[in-house]
């Protein structure tokens, strides 16, 4: 039968704005559906509920793709006569939790911009907006907050919420190995916005985000790690240099590479000012 060989959520994609097939016909006739206006029905729960089911399985791309399809039947049918989803707030929830646990700051903004006002003010709207508030006052007391609640106000927002809170523990992480050689593991977790007393989920991060720097090393070239000749390269070989390793009580940076080849003070000067005059003469 053709709803055997058509994937559901491949026909729910069809609803909207295709003159129906023979083929797509029979398929709806399968599913029971009748009419246009209860095929476009069904098909915007069958994306909802294959867009949960691919967050559930950690699939993000399959996720924001069919977010990417139902935007069709929230936003861009002006004809349709359909009542608005009851499941709309939670999908555009999380799909502004996942545009927040991709660094994806800019696209999360425009977002949210867009929606219409009927949802900016629902819950499941209001937590992502306030997650992405305490992210940028670096509150992390709030954002644990806002973790707590996350489980009243959006459904199946566990796994974008360990993301988003990965996401801000990085970042953190990238601040405290340039400002420190090491400090007391109790700080760290305090930092990283873990239990102060939870030494083990402090040495999982360590591996991760030693696994996270090694795998960056390994697609990176000999040259660009090997010749920090502008600011960007020197950052950044710094950056991946330096090992998390949790020795008692205490979190050291070690670096496992020297920095004999760093470009000295003088000399970085006097190519700036040879770049300078070079410029001057050109124009």
């Known amino acids: 039968m053709a709803a055997a060989v058509i994937d559901k959520s491949e026909i729910a994609m069809l609803a909207l704005g295709f003159t129906p097939t023979d083929e797509i016909i029979k398929a709806r006739e399968n599913l029971g559906i009748k009419t246009q206006d209860e095929f476009i029905q069904w098909a915007r729960g069958t994306l909802e509920t294959t867009a949960v089911d691919a967050l559930k399985a950690g699939d993000m791309g399959a996720f924001e793709r069919r977010v990417t399809q139902l935007r069709r039947y929230y936003f861009e049918s002006p004809n349709n006569q359909q009542a608005p989803s009851t499941n709309m707030a939670t999908i555009m929830g999380l799909y502004l939790l996942f545009l927040l646990s991709a660094d994806r700051t800019g696209e999360f903004h425009t977002e949210v911009e867009q929606l219409p006002e009927a ?150 000067i006097s190519n700036m000012i040879g770049y300078a005059t070079d410029l001057e003469r050109i124009v």
Not at 138 to 143: D, E, F, R, Y
Not at 230 to 259: C, H, M, Y
């Open 119 to 268: 949802l900016t003010g629902t819950p499941q709207i209001q937590l992502p907006v306030a997650v992405e508030r305490c992210i940028m006052e670096g509150n992390g007391t709030k954002l644990k907050a806002c973790v707590s609640q996350a489980a009243k106000d959006l459904p199946h927002s566990e796994l974008l919420l360990q993301r988003v809170v990965n996401q801000v523990r990085i970042k953190i992480a990238s601040s405290l190995e340039r400002a420190y050689t090491s400090m007391h593991s109790k700080t760290a977790c305090k930092m990283l916005l873990m239990d102060p007393n939870d030494k083990k989920s402090l040495e999982l991060f360590a591996k991760a985000e030693n696994d996270r720097k090694a795998a960056d090393e390994a697609n990176l070239s000999t040259l660009e790690l090997e010749d920090p000749s502008t600011p960007a390269q020197a950052r950044l070989r710094n950056r991946l240099s330096t090992r998390w390793v949790v020795e008692g009580d205490r979190l050291v940076f070690k670096k496992i590479r020297d920095d004999a080849s760093a470009m000295p003070a003088l000399d970085l």
